[in-house]
């Protein structure tokens, strides 16, 4: 049986060029494949360890929503309150490495294995950090009743009247609590300390004088001093605050140099998450930083916007875990 020369041609031809289109077809199917790889490539999910609407939660989501345009995919806040921040911690330990979820760890993941009983993550060995996010400062506010306008006046009248007055904190192991502890420790003074449920409930009793000094944040503290509701006295950052420049910070006012006593997040993935991945959300914070108008709007609010390295990250983990640890030890205290 004789056959088709034409179609036996036809079928070479064929056949030639399947194989000559087969190294394109592949090399496009790997670029596809390789695109639809990268990172992100959907929703990235980010946990903030406080309830929805406080100052942390407000400036996270700020901070986060800024990244997303960054990084071409929606960031989704999730709220995980409990344990001062320790249940959000537990549960971000078992997430897995990928780089969809992430972590508004708060300073507390240093601080509340030194204050509670047990907690399920090390934070060194379950978190790895991307960059600093927020630093949020203290303002040491008074009574106006205390009749005293500076730092020099308040040291006198307290080393003149040890356990006289009180100072009140949001509750035991609070970073306020500890900042009071340091404080008093640093300026050899003493001072009862009062402790309340929360922030506002400490703050009613200041203006009423019942207590008569408070470290508070600098967003809650600011209305009251420009009320004359409270006397501010001092800022426990290095350096002075755009919200309030006219108090100077308790090193330059007290001549202790170094003295700082801060609530920071820094913005963590799970250990082990891939290093291109890091690196990505690494150099998204970075312009994240850069951010004029953000960095305008979170002082506004007594927040200041604070991009890092994972360096420093660990840097200021070091530095909080041996100051509060020391002061925690000192003073027994407990949650």
Same mark, same amino acid.
């Given at each position: 049986m004789q056959q088709n020369p034409f179609s036996r041609r036809a079928w070479l031809r064929g056949a030639a060029g399947s194989c000559l289109a087969l190294p394109l077809g592949a090399g496009w199917l790997g670029s596809a494949m390789a695109q639809a790889a990268a990172y992100p490539s959907r929703a990235v999910k980010a946990v903030v360890p406080y309830p929805a609407g406080g100052m942390s939660d407000v400036s996270s989501r700020a901070v986060l929503e800024r990244l997303s345009r960054e990084l071409g995919q929606p960031v989704i806040i999730e709220n995980k309150a409990g344990a001062a921040s320790t249940l959000a911690s537990n549960w971000f330990a078992s997430q897995a490495a990928d780089g969809y979820t992430l972590y508004a760890a708060p300073v507390s993941i240093v601080?509340?294995?030194?204050?509670?009983?047990?907690v399920g993550y090390e934070a060194r060995r379950d978190f790895v950090p991307i960059s600093m996010m927020i630093k949020s400062p203290f303002v040491l506010q008074a009574n106006p009743q205390l009749?005293?306008?500076?730092?020099?006046?308040?040291?006198?009248?307290?080393?003149?009247?040890?356990?006289?007055?009180?100072?009140?904190?949001?509750?035991?192991?609070?970073?306020?609590?500890?900042?009071?502890?340091?404080?008093?420790?640093?300026?050899?003074?003493?001072?009862?300390?009062?402790?309340?449920?929360?922030?506002?409930?400490?703050?009613?009793?200041?203006?009423?004088?019942?207590?008569?000094?408070?470290?508070?944040?600098?967003?809650?503290?600011?209305?009251?001093?420009?009320?004359? *509701?409270?006397?501010?006295? !001092? @800022?426990?950052?290095?350096?002075? %605050?755009?919200?309030?420049? =006219?108090?100077?910070? $308790?090193?330059?006012?007290?001549?202790?140099?170094?003295?700082?006593?801060?609530?920071?997040?820094?913005?963590?993935?799970?250990?082990?998450?891939?290093?291109?991945?890091?690196?990505?959300? *690494?150099?998204?914070?970075? !312009? @994240?930083?850069?951010?004029?108008? %953000?960095?305008?709007?979170? =002082?506004?609010?007594? $927040?200041?916007?604070?991009?890092?390295?994972?360096?420093?990250?660990?840097?200021?983990?070091?530095?909080?875990?041996?100051?509060?640890?020391?002061?925690?030890?000192?003073?027994g205290i407990k949650e």
């Open positions: 601080i509340n294995p030194l204050l509670q009983k047990s009749n005293v306008s500076n730092m020099k006046e308040l040291l006198t009248l307290l080393r003149a009247n040890p356990d006289k007055y009180a100072i009140g904190s949001s509750g035991p192991g609070s970073i306020n609590h500890l900042a009071a502890e340091y404080f008093m420790r640093a300026m050899n003074v003493k001072m009862q300390v009062v402790h309340y449920r929360g922030g506002a409930p400490a703050a009613q009793d200041l203006m009423g004088g019942v207590i008569q000094l408070m470290f508070s944040a600098a967003n809650e503290a600011a209305p009251l001093i420009r009320a004359g *509701r409270t006397r501010g006295i !001092a @800022v426990t950052t290095r350096q002075r %605050l755009p919200i309030l420049p =006219e108090l100077p910070t $308790v090193e330059e006012a007290a001549g202790v140099e170094g003295f700082e006593a801060v609530f920071w997040l820094a913005l963590m993935a799970p250990a082990k998450t891939p290093e291109d991945v890091l690196a990505r959300l *690494r150099s998204g914070m970075q !312009a @994240v930083g850069q951010d004029k108008a %953000l960095r305008d709007k979170l =002082e506004g609010l007594g $927040v200041q916007l604070q991009t890092s390295t994972t360096a420093q990250v660990l840097a200021a983990m070091d530095r909080d875990e041996a100051l509060w640890s020391r002061i925690i030890r000192e003073q």
